[in-house]
């Protein structure tokens, strides 16, 4: 038996373990995927919204505007990519000014700080490539950019660290109200568990349904990306959203944390909960979206991957963070779509107050260890840094892939350290090797060699990430 | 720092850089180093052990590796120093290279010239902008390649190419050799990328169908490719709704263009030609840098090594005469430069610029032309006026074109700023 059983390795999932881990309870994380950050947390802006968006009183407000203010501190501790650059909702025409305002009004009563309305031609000056027809922009200083992948690694890494174990390429095929404990059938093994905390992203519904009578009902709502080489990264410096909808915060154009162009997403709600892929249709429509922003968009050829992902979309429109009232001790973290990722750094506390009663809320425990030294990003560091990098260990010297410039050391420090990549794609998140503008032509023999040298895998049995996305 | 001084620093070890580093030695210039990122010389041609190359330099058909190795053995021979595993992660204008590898840490050179031969990349998925999912089996060509032909493992055995380009024609029939299950080409183009030797040596030798204005519009599989939709396109290459057809497959390999790794010399400021993605040389082959020079891949994609081993040359001579000068404390009395012009027809031409004062001989010029044409006469134009012209019977995209401008003309005409070559009309 288990104190707590947290389904999901998302960021919402990663982020209640890693605050677990504060305590001396046992705790175990259960994913259906071979590593951490493999569902919505893996395909989505990576912007750390500043918390203007959400209905004033909504759970998305609450945790939005704390996560922000918590974000920086975190990355510091967790060592992860953050910036704050600072964020623009613009407006092209008058009477898209009153929507401006009540955006400022909503940020003011959620807390939100410093935002002010600025005129076109301010907001030209401070992004030179703004589309020449906006009248009007909110400027919010506190918004910025993270790396989702580094995040979620983060905070499970920081987790496993302090004793949370990982359960990976376990699905959740039942979970059973026992009385005084849920039973959690995986395909692979059974958990007994005091507290069950349900992160299971776009299947939170389902894995919600098995123990409660309570409506919920979670919609995967499709938003495709595309990806533009650095050389276009600084095309902008904000994050440049348009005027939200129906459907969310719209197309927006943003650096990425390391340099890159992305912009995106749309808004398809879909049935198939599976349905990661792009579409013409869709890439051409955030394309043609994100050329309203801007001008002179990047020619196509400057596309470096395009990539879909799926919103968690409860029917409510806010974040179900709770106890459902037929089920003790099973508490959901469901309907993390936007701003979940901004909301990381305080998920996490917000449910563990939930879960520590349970337990008589103990006191954290002494040897918790708070701090978390990421992979060096050997590229960004300064002469005198590498230096005595490569000193200590020469595998930092030896470049493996060529665009990002990542370093053998690198991606052996991937493989190593807790819960460290198996796959491809855990390589890939963790030290960006493929991410470029060759997308894993070049390394991918030479990180496969790697990984089978390393763990002892056979070429023909590694993984891309899936059970089935056998490379070779 | 680790810093030392070279006369002519050559990044890149492949069939450019070696013929580079033989030129520069045999002008006469012995300090030369070939900075080379893989573990062994030879580039790219190390995974190409089909036969073809060697025609024109050798007289003879050679491999890839053979005709990487004479080249090597004649590196060897001239000991002419290389270093292995070694990244060169930063060029400055004033030529001060900055590399990386194993032994030396990082580590600084200060060259008196540049020969710049990093090759080329292929075109990614991404850039092509397939819709679909993104699931394990989705090769370029040339990855592919390694795999079978260095890493000894297939990547796939029902396979579909998008692209008509020369690897993945050549991988069309490796795969088919190789037992795979090769069901298409399909090329987005109403004409090949590829050379006319290798549809007819690679795929109808072995039946390969080749679908031309055709191109991949959705990639079904979750995690392994589970099949491709292949539809016909219009003439502004858009899909036609009614033409998409399934092809079941597990491996989908790409051979959609090559691009030239210019990201090194883009930082250091070296001007880039928008069409070759490659600089923008003088007849010596030096760059808007002084001292820095271009060839093979990295300047403009070919079509046969031979030409690059030729070109490479090239560079290396003016790399080493740019040093014998620098030292000689020469400068050139006559500084005019002439525009070469891409005419109709024509997509560009390399040089792009020549400087008459530099001319010993002829100038070739090597160019490709924007699509297939038959009984074309191609004109060199001074100044706009015909000068003369060749006729060709077949011209295409796919096989690079060359054409020498005489120095005879270039001093019958001093005054001219733009000699052009493209089609007669």
């Known amino acids: 038996m288990v104190d707590v059983c947290i389904i999901g390795a998302g960021v919402a999932g990663c982020s209640v373990a890693r605050e677990l881990s504060k305590y001396s309870l046992r705790t175990v994380v259960v994913e259906k995927a071979p590593d951490v950050c493999e569902g919505t947390s893996k395909a989505n802006s990576g912007i750390v919204h500043a918390g203007f968006d959400a209905e004033p009183g909504s759970l998305k407000a609450k945790l939005n505007v704390a996560g922000n203010a918590k974000m920086e501190e975190l990355s510091k501790e967790l060592d992860f990519s953050f910036r704050r650059n600072g964020s623009m909702v613009i407006c092209k025409d008058e009477a898209g000014v009153a929507t401006l305002e009540r955006l400022l009004e909503r940020g003011n009563v959620n807390g939100v700080p ?89 299947y939170a519904d389902k894995i919600h349904r098995m123990v409660s009578q309570e409506p919920m009902n979670i919609t995967a709502r499709r938003g495709e990306y595309c990806l533009y080489d650095k050389q276009c990264g600084q095309m902008v410096d904000h994050t440049i959203f348009q005027l939200p909808n129906a459907f969310g915060k719209g197309v927006l154009v943003t650096p990425t944390v390391h340099g890159n162009l992305l912009i995106g997403p749309t808004a398809d709600d879909i049935p198939d909960k599976e349905a990661t892929n792009t579409t013409a249709e869709g890439m051409n429509r955030a394309r043609e979206k994100a050329a309203e922003s801007v001008e002179h968009m990047p020619a196509n050829r400057l596309m470096i991957t395009s990539f879909s992902g799926l919103r968690a979309h409860e029917d409510g429109d806010d974040f179900i963070i709770g106890e459902p009232d037929d089920a003790e001790n099973f508490i959901d973290v469901a309907g ?41 990003h050997v590229s960004q560091l300064s002469e005198e840094e590498r230096e005595a990098l490569i000193k200590e260990n020469s595998a930092y010297s030896v470049i493996v892939c060529r665009c990002e410039m990542i370093t053998e050391g690198e991606i052996l420090d991937a493989i190593h350290r807790p819960l460290g990549a198996k796959t491809m794609d855990g390589i890939k998140r963790r030290t960006r090797a493929g991410m470029g503008r060759c997308q894993a032509g070049f390394c991918t023999p030479r990180t496969m060699e790697l990984i089978s040298r390393e763990l002892g895998i056979p070429m023909e049995h590694i993984l891309k990430s899936g059970r089935r996305s056998h490379v070779l | 720092m680790y810093c030392r001084e070279t006369d002519v620093v050559i990044i890149g070890g492949g069939p450019a850089g070696l013929a580079a580093a033989l030129a520069v030695k045999a002008a006469g210039v012995e300090s030369v180093l070939i900075l080379e990122r893989d573990t062994q010389l030879g580039g790219i041609l190390n995974q190409c052990i089909h036969n073809g190359f060697g025609l024109h330099t050798f007289k003879e058909e050679l491999t890839g590796p053979e005709y990487a190795a004479r080249f090597i053995k004649r590196v060897l021979d001239e000991k002419i120093e290389y270093m292995l595993e070694t990244m060169v992660v930063d060029l400055k204008s004033d030529r001060t290279v900055v590399a990386m590898n194993r032994k030396e840490g990082l580590f600084s050179i200060k060259a008196g010239a540049v020969v710049l031969a990093m090759g080329c990349r292929e075109r990614p998925r991404g850039a092509l902008g397939i819709p679909g999912f993104r699931p394990a089996g989705i090769f370029t060509a040339g990855t592919a390649q390694r795999f079978v032909n260095v890493e000894g493992i297939m990547p796939g055995s029902e396979v579909v190419i998008l692209g008509s380009g020369d690897i993945g024609l050549i991988m069309a029939r490796r795969m088919t050799l190789e037992g795979a299950h090769v069901k298409l080409v399909a090329e987005l183009m109403p004409y090949s990328g590829g050379l006319k030797r290798n549809i007819a040596q690679c795929l109808n030798d072995y039946n390969i169908p080749l679908k031309l204005s055709h191109t991949v519009v959705d990639i079904k ?65 030096e760059t808007s840098i002084p001292g820095v020079f271009a060839c093979g891949n990295v300047l403009h994609v070919h079509d046969l090594v031979d030409y690059v081993s030729e070109e490479a040359e090239n560079a290396g001579r003016g790399a080493a005469e740019y040093v014998k000068g620098q030292k000689a404390g020469i400068v050139p009395e006559d500084d005019t430069v002439m525009e070469m012009k891409a005419g109709k027809g024509v997509r560009y031409t390399v040089p792009a610029k020549i400087r008459p004062a530099t001319v010993k001989k002829d100038v070739l010029v090597r160019f490709r032309v924007d699509n297939n044409y038959k009984d074309v006469s191609i004109g060199v134009f001074y100044d706009g006026r015909l000068e003369r012209s060749v006729k060709k019977r077949t011209v295409a995209p796919g096989e690079m074109e060359e054409l020498r401008i005489r120095k005879e003309e270039l001093d019958k005409y001093p005054e001219v700023k733009e000699i052009t070559i493209g089609f007669v009309e």
């Not at chain 1, 107050?353 to 337990?359: G, I």
């Not at chain 2, 400021?269 to 082959?285: E, I, K, Q, R």
């Open chain 1, 114 to 202: 410093g935002m002010s309305i600025i005129t076109g031609d301010e907001a030209r000056k401070l992004e030179p490539n703004l589309s020449s027809g906006v009248v009007a922009a909110l400027l919010v200083p506190t918004g910025g950019i993270v790396c989702p992948f580094e995040l979620t690694i983060a905070l499970a890494e920081n987790a496993n660290v302090n004793g949370v174990e990982f359960m990976f390429d376990n699905e959740v095929t039942e979970v059973s109200n026992e009385g005084d404990h849920y039973r959690v059938e995986t395909d692979k093994q059974t958990i007994e568990a005091k507290v069950v905390i349900n992160a299971a992203g776009v």
């Open chain 1, 336 to 376: 993390i779509e936007s701003p979940g990722l901004s909301c990381a750094p305080v998920i996490g506390e917000f449910v563990a107050e939930m879960v520590l009663p349970a337990f008589g809320n103990p006191k954290q425990k002494e040897n918790f260890i708070g701090k978390r030294t990421g992979i060096p």
């Open chain 2, 221 to 285: 599989g979750k995690e392994r490719v589970e099949g491709v939709t292949i539809a016909e396109v219009d003439e502004r290459l858009k899909p036609i709704p009614g033409t998409e057809e399934f092809y079941p497959c597990d491996t989908l390999l790409l051979s959609c263009g090559l691009i030239p790794e210019n990201e090194l010399s883009g930082s250091a400021g070296v001007a880039l030609s928008p069409v070759t993605g490659g600089a923008v040389v003088d007849n010596t082959l």
